[in-house]
């Protein structure tokens, strides 16, 4: 019996009644797609092969000798909750359209992707993202990339060491375009952040029981199925066992010195005092920085950071419409839009992210996101969610404006925030705030199923 990737019921994977097509298939899945795999230290490298057998090769060597599978990671979570043991490095592939027509697959076989925006490839879908052209993206991505090998690991040793080790093995024949590297963020509570400063990651859709098991679920069910991050494998061995998701890469630059402008500047136009300045920043975010949701509270404040909400008790004077979070997981409706996003943050600062220090200490350039989300279509997931809710204007409701963190595209409707959390005091129509997150390049990848890689 295929794997029912429908099944609302999430998988609990080491049951000892698990069947064996599902074991099957964690055994030949990546890890990080289904269950977040660390990656506080990072590397991407973005490859080109040129020749057919040397490509296969690699790729089947770094499979063979240095991937382990989703099974493989859960099981090493759990070792180490128990005390037993630290876990192995991440090491992911994804391999592009061109990439699977370097590889020998043909203009047919490639067509077996049921996904138009990865067949397309991310140049050719700029108008829909509504991003930069091409000619401004930076050199690498300007390439025709075939494949990205993701490192990732809890220590920088493990990390560095292995990207030494797999571009050793890159044949003569294919090209290293290029590489990144991120590393992780805390703020003083031990949470990751982002840039501007704000508790990332914190929201995603929950596939494992044990990961369902923890969360409280009065508001807000953390719990998706497998449809929303696997697909079929389809040059696999056996594509009703065999499974892989779409990744989506791109290249987010910040500018936190605008930002941070942007937020006091806010906060004096609507004329917020004290402690309710931060909810500037919230109105733009969805979440005060802490990962209070603005929803919830007029101001952030210690604990756990809450994921168990909805927006039903909110017409827009708590969170505005445009708030991100908000635009890209509306909650009460949407659910098969939502992506596991698995990205890192990039870039050195020497100041304190999650500190109060004034804009001009800020980093205007040079670091950001590098935003990476599975999927099981990138049409119906990542770019309908920056399309079709950050990027336009009227939605979720008429007038709401673009998402102020992600939206791109002329930002000419004028909005309102509220003046007062929760009362319907609105402010008089103000401008939009500017845009801060720059996409500097990008691909669509598809990460394959081990079976797949391990027969090239
Ligand atoms: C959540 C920041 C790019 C989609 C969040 C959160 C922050 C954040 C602070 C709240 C933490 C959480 O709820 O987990 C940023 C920044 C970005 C960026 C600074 C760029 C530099 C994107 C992009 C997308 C996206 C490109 C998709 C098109 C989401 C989604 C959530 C989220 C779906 C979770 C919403 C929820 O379920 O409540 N982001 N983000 N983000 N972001 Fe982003």
Known sequence: MPVDLNNERPLAWDSATLDADTKAMLDNLQPNILRAHVREHMSLLFVRFNDVAEGRAFLRGIATTR????????????????????GTPYVGIGISKAGY?????????????????????????????????????????????????????????????????????LPESARLLGEESGHGMRNRAGDGIEHFGYVDGRSQPLFLKDEVDREPKQHWDPAFPLSNVLVPDPFAPDPSRHHGSYLVFRKLEQNVRAF???????ADSLGLKGADRDRAGAMLVGRFKDGTPLTLKPEG?????????????????????????????????GREVIMARRGQTYGDRTDDPSDDSPPEVRPSGEVGLLFMAFNSSLLSQFEFTQEFWADTPDFEVPGTGHDPIIGQGARDLKVTFPK?????????????????????GGEYFFAPSLAYLRNL
């Open 67 to 86: 991937m382990k599978s989703a099974r493989r990671h859960l099981e090493e979570v759990r070792d180490f909750a128990a005390g037993r043991g630290r």
């Open 101 to 169: 027509r370097d590889l020998g697959h043909t203009v047919e076989d490639v067509r077996k992707f049921g996904d138009e925006v990865f067949r397309d490839g991310m140049k050719r879908r700029i108008a829909r993202a509504g991003d930069p052209p091409v000619e401004e993206w930076e050199r690498p991505y300007q390439r025709e990339i075939h494949a990205v090998i993701l490192i990732g690991d809890a220590e920088p040793g493990p990390v560095a060491r292995l990207r030494e080790e797999i571009l050793d093995e």
């Open 260 to 266: 941070k402008e942007i937020e006091r500047d806010l």
């Open 301 to 333: 404040g210690g604990g756990p950071v809450v994921n168990d909400f909805n927006f039903d008790a909110d017409d827009g004077s708590k969170c505005p419409f445009s708030g991100h979070v908000r635009k890209t997981n509306p909650r009460s409706f």
């Open 420 to 440: 007062v959390w929760g009362k319907p005091e609105m402010s008089p129509p103000h401008a939009q705030v500017p845009q801060t997150v720059t996409m500097k």
